[in-house]
């Protein structure tokens, strides 16, 4: 669990409740190329890279994983925000959550692939491209050669390691 100071909101690892809410959130947005089709086997697959943001009734309003490539590269993936819950700063408390455990889990660096530029500029990465990830690439030939053609979505990058 970790806790937004500056919002209050709080990020919690998923369960397997979860997984439903989880699925439904994602692939609302993937018909417009925002994310992903997930199914309930991935989610299951993938349960420990999940964090959620719960409303006070218990739904699940936020979410965003990690996706590992190997011991030295994760892809940050599937990080979406409720309608109803946008426009309260979530993304950025879901990216910094995405952030922290890929830290506790020692990655070097995380990327992203987003349509959502601002938001990842702001949140201190910068923009690189896919030609960097290999890795993702084969994945997308693997899923769909479409996605690869998606001109308007951006790569990022961020460094995981603290300057000396």
Do not use: W
């Amino acid at each position: 669990m970790i806790s937004d100071q500056s919002s209050g909101v709080v990020v919690h690892h998923a369960d397997d409740a979860d997984i439903p809410a989880i699925v439904a959130l994602n692939n609302l947005y993937a018909p417009d190329g925002l994310t992903l089709m997930r199914s309930e086997a991935f989610v299951t697959g993938h349960l420990q890279d999940y964090q959620v943001i719960r409303s006070v009734e218990g739904r699940v309003i936020g979410q965003v994983a990690l996706d590992e490539y190997s011991p030295s590269l994760v892809e940050l993936v599937s990080l979406a925000v409720a309608p109803d819950a946008q426009g309260r700063g979530l993304g950025q408390v879901l990216i910094s959550a995405a952030e922290h455990l890929a830290r506790e889990r020692s990655y070097p660096e995380i990327f992203a692939i987003s349509l959502a530029e601002p938001l990842f500029l702001r949140m201190g990465y910068l923009e690189s491209t896919i030609e960097r990830y290999p890795e993702k690439i084969a994945r997308y030939k693997s899923i769909s050669r479409s996605e690869l053609s998606i001109g308007r979505k951006f790569c990022f990058t961020k460094s995981l390691v603290a300057a000396n």
